[in-house]
Each structure stands twice: as structure tokens, then as C-alpha cells.
């Protein structure tokens, strides 16, 4: 089965960590890349880049910002590949925004 | 009896339904289905040998049945694609109980806790929908969808049929043992029914889990409170262990639940359930040795850093005859919206021959108790200061 596993964090967490920490987690994230059961990953940039875009009576309507303005903000997502729901939290519990307070959120994908 | 038979054989007939079609609807449908016959042929035939195999074989088959027709029907309409192939022949005399498994679905932390209670009561104890909405006093509907709900969460998520591995398995047991104790707590509040059915659930667990000493600890804890149930109320009125009446204690079940205990205790236990046990133990005996219960209670402080706790260590401590420590301890806690802390508060003060300040602790008490025993009690306290 494929899993979300969605990021969410405080922004800017990485800045205030020290470079210890920051490189630590970025060489977790690569040596998690090289899993073979991660289908794909990304980072996403600054909740402050986001553009949300709404159709209202035919017109799309731009705004600037995230979705929900909440403390805690999506800061990226991986697809993985696994057999079950365990499988897939035990992956989650190995993300590195979790020691910086983040949360995962794991969503099984819908199969077509 | 027959009753008795399929509240004994339920579980580990739709466990081994479950481990075989990797579907709890299917498994329910299937596990219904063969009770029925039975339910219609026993009565008449006899109840054969090995019921459980019975069942389960004739689940099986009926189940096998149906997702033939399912196939064949999807193969006229070219619409589904066909299912897997399915197992045709089985041994029925090797039916693994796979109650555990079953067990560590139904309390899985990715499902809500009041679906892991419903589910685990359904699931493992037999009961019907109806009989869980009655003891959560809940209409059958909400249960019914808390039930589908859990269930529909199994399926589409990949909760696994599996015992954790090993680096899991204390925090998963953990979980496990919570819902059990949460069902015995709905019981020991009133509804003796859901009780005798945590006791039932423990000794399930017990029995699959030998080595376990928490699973003991916690089996023993709830048969020996369960034996204390007569005596706790008089009518409608709560009755504490000082004054309850000991003739009313079944000393079967206390014999048993220190037996339990007792191998808790041989496999090494220390965890907070057989510490809780122990202290249930001693406080069934005919003189019970308050500094024990006190040294036990700071083991569980230890273990739980709870001050509800604290608190019940403190009468220990005033029960073994100093109530002038008990109130330091008590006073250093912050538990202001609690009732207990305000009567047990109050008990002590009147010990040390305080009794405006001990008026004062009663009336908070009374201000947060919220049923009639509760309420009847406190305003007796207050009347006899």
C-alpha cells in the first residue's frame, strides 16, 4: 500500500537549530531517500511562497498565502511504499522534523 | 448454554475468520452466518465435539460460497475484476487461535478510543451492538457507526492482523491493557455486566500472553476489586472500605485473583498494574497493613508521576496513623478541581481536630460532586462535624 506522509512543522525550525542538528537531519533525509520503500519526496518552500487559487461564479480567484493559517505549517511530504499501516508509522517515526517538535501525518493513498 | 457456548467460541472463531478472508466485514458475515445454523441444528443434533472447529469450518465455507457467487457474477458483467484465488481445502482440526492478533487490531492506536472499546467488545467479547449502546448508554445507531466507522478505518488504512514485533510490543500491550481496565472502570461505576466482561477480556489475555506479568497483574487487580462490588454500595449509597460489610466479599474471587497475582509477581511484574493488584490485595485482608499500602502507593508514584496517586498514597499514610504528614503531602498537590482531593482534604483536617477549615474542604467537595450517592455522602460528612 502507498502512504502519505505528510510534514508539518514549525517554519523556520532548521534556521534556529545548530549546524550539528541541521546537517544530522539533512543527511537522515538523504539516507531516507535511499530507502527503496520512499517513492518520491519533496521540500517545499516557505508557507509565505504558497498561492492558493479559487473558482468563484467562473472566475479564478489568486490570493496570497497557505490554505489554513495555522502555527504549524506543511513543510514537505514523501510517498512511501509499504505493507501495512505499522510499516508505514514506523517510517513516520523516523522523520527528523519530529525531534523539532514537527508532526507527521500519515494518509494511506487511495488505490485507482 | 448455548448462549454460553457461543460467547465462549465467538472470538476465536471470528479471529481465525479474519486471519483467513483479511476482511472484518466479510469475517462478521460469515462468523453470523454459521452461528445461525448452528443456533438452528444444535438444539436438535447436539452440539458437536469440537464446536469451535465447526464453526469455523462452516464460516469458511460459507464464506468461500459467497465470494464464488461474487466472482461468477463479476465475470458475467465484465465490470469487477475477479478476486484472488481462494483457499478451497482446509485442515479443520489445526485452527489457530488468533485472538491475539485480533486483540492488537481492535485497540490499534490509530483508531479512536471509544471504537477500539466498542470494537474490542464486539470483536473478542461477542456482544451485540445493542447490549455495548446499552452499557455507554448510546442509541444502537451511534454505535453501530462508531463500530463501522473503526472498522471502515481497519480496511482503508492497512491496520495489519499481526502481534507487534518486539520493539512495539510494550507500548502496543500498553494500549491493549488500557482499553480492557477502561471497560472494567465503565463496570465498576455501576454496570456490573461490562465488569464480568473486562474480567472475561483479562483472562483471554492472560491465557494468550502466559509471560506476561501486566496482563496478570491486571487480571488480578480487576477480580479482586470485582469481589469488593456488593459491599461498595448500600442501596444507592457509596460505602467506603472502612465501613463496608466484609460477609458481602466474595472470598472466592479474591483467592483467585491473588493467585493471579502471585504469578505476576513470579515472572518478575513490578509494572503499575501489579503494583495496583498487590495494593487491592492488601486492602481485601482482614487487617490491612496501611505502611505496606503507603510504600506501595510511592512505588506507583513512582511509576505513574500521577497525583491522583499521591493523593490515595496520603491516606495510606493517615490510615497508618499519621494524618499530620498525610496533610502536608495532600496540600502540596494541585488538584483543586477534584473532589476527592477536597474530601480527603477535609477528612483529614477533622482527624486533626480542624473542623472549620475541614467544613470549608466538605462544602468545596460537595460543590464538584456530581451524582446523589456522591452529594448524600458528603453532606453526611458535613452534618456529623
Avoid at chain 1, 62 to 67: A, K, R, V
Avoid at chain 1, 85 to 110: I, M
Avoid at chain 2, 199 to 213: D, F, N, Q, S, W
Avoid at chain 2, 322 to 347: K, Q
Amino acid at each position: 500500500m502507498q502512504y502519505a506522509l505528510l510534514i508539518y512543522a514549525e517554519p523556520g525550525y532548521l534556521e534556529t537549530s545548530s549546524d550539528e542538528e541541521r546537517e544530522a537531519s539533512y543527511a537522515e533525509y538523504v539516507a531516507m531517500a535511499g530507502d527503496e520503500r520512499y517513492v518520491g519526496a519533496a521540500q517545499l518552500q516557505p508557507a509565505e511562497m504558497a498561492t492558493c487559487v479559487r473558482l468563484s461564479g467562473g472566475r479564478t480567484l489568486m490570493t496570497d498565502g497557505p490554505f489554513a493559517d495555522t502555527k504549524e505549517v506543511l513543510g514537505g511530504f514523501c510517498l512511501i511504499e509499504a505493507a501495512d499501516l505499522d510499516e508505514a508509522l514506523e517510517l513516520a517515526a523516523r522523520v527528523p522534523a519530529l525531534r523539532f517538535g514537527g508532526t507527521v501525518e500519515v494518509r494511506p493513498v487511495v488505490r485507482l | 448454554m448455548l448462549e454460553e457456548v457461543f460467547r465462549d467460541q465467538w472470538g476465536r472463531v471470528l479471529a481465525s475468520l479474519v486471519g483467513f478472508l483479511g476482511d472484518f466485514d466479510r469475517a462478521e458475515e460469515a462468523a453470523q452466518e454459521a452461528f445461525a445454523i448452528a443456533a438452528e441444528r444444535w438444539p436438535a443434533s447436539g452440539a458437536p465435539d469440537t464446536p469451535g472447529a465447526w464453526l469455523v469450518t462452516t464460516a469458511r465455507n460459507r464464506a468461500i460460497d459467497r465470494i464464488r457467487r461474487e466472482r461468477t457474477l463479476a465475470q458475467k458483467i465484465h465490470l469487477l475484476p475477479a478476486p484472488e484465488a481462494i483457499v478451497d481445502e482446509f485442515d479443520d482440526t489445526l485452527i489457530k487461535d488468533e485472538r491475539l492478533e485480533l486483540i492488537f487490531t481492535c485497540c490499534h492506536p490509530a483508531l479512536p478510543l471509544e471504537g477500539q472499546v466498542a470494537l474490542t467488545l464486539r470483536a473478542l467479547g461477542g456482544l451485540q451492538t445493542a447490549e455495548i449502546a446499552r452499557a455507554f448508554v448510546v442509541s444502537e445507531e451511534t454505535m453501530k457507526r462508531r463500530l463501522t466507522r473503526a472498522k471502515a478505518k481497519i480496511k482503508a488504512t492497512g491496520i495489519p492482523f499481526a502481534v507487534p514485533g518486539a520493539h512495539r510490543l510494550p507500548e502496543r500491550l500498553d494500549a491493549v491493557l488500557a482499553v480492557v481496565y477502561l471497560i472494567y472502570n465503565e463496570g465498576y461505576s455501576g454496570r456490573v455486566d461490562l465488569g464480568a466482561e473486562a474480567i472475561r477480556l483479562g483472562r483471554v489475555l492472560a491465557g494468550l500472553m502466559p509471560r506476561e506479568p501486566e496482563a496478570h497483574g491486571l487480571l488480578a487487580l480487576m477480580m479482586i476489586h470485582h469481589a469488593r462490588r456488593r459491599a461498595r454500595f448500600s442501596g444507592d449509597d457509596l460505602v467506603l472500605l472502612d465501613d463496608q460489610d466484609r460477609s458481602l466479599w466474595d472470598q472466592r474471587q479474591i483467592a483467585d485473583g491473588r493467585a493471579v497475582l502471585d504469578r505476576a509477581m513470579e515472572l518478575g511484574g513490578r509494572g503499575a498494574y501489579v503494583v495496583q493488584a498487590a495494593i487491592a490485595s492488601l486492602q481485601a485482608r482482614e487487617r490491612i497493613d496501611w505502611p505496606q499500602v503507603a510504600e506501595l502507593y510511592r512505588r506507583l508514584v513512582g511509576l505513574t508521576g500521577s497525583a491522583v496517586v499521591e493523593l490515595n498514597r496520603a491516606v495510606a499514610v493517615a490510615q497508618a496513623g499519621d494524618p499530620a504528614a498525610a496533610l502536608r503531602a495532600v496540600d502540596g498537590l494541585e488538584l483543586d478541581g477534584y473532589l476527592y482531593f477536597h474530601s480527603t482534604r477535609g477528612e483529614l483536617l477533622r482527624r486533626l481536630g480542624r473542623a472549620a477549615e475541614a467544613r470549608t474542604a466538605y462544602r468545596r467537595a460537595l460543590e464538584l460532586a456530581a451524582s446523589t450517592p456522591e452529594r448524600r455522602f458528603l453532606t453526611r460528612r458535613l452534618e456529623q462535624l
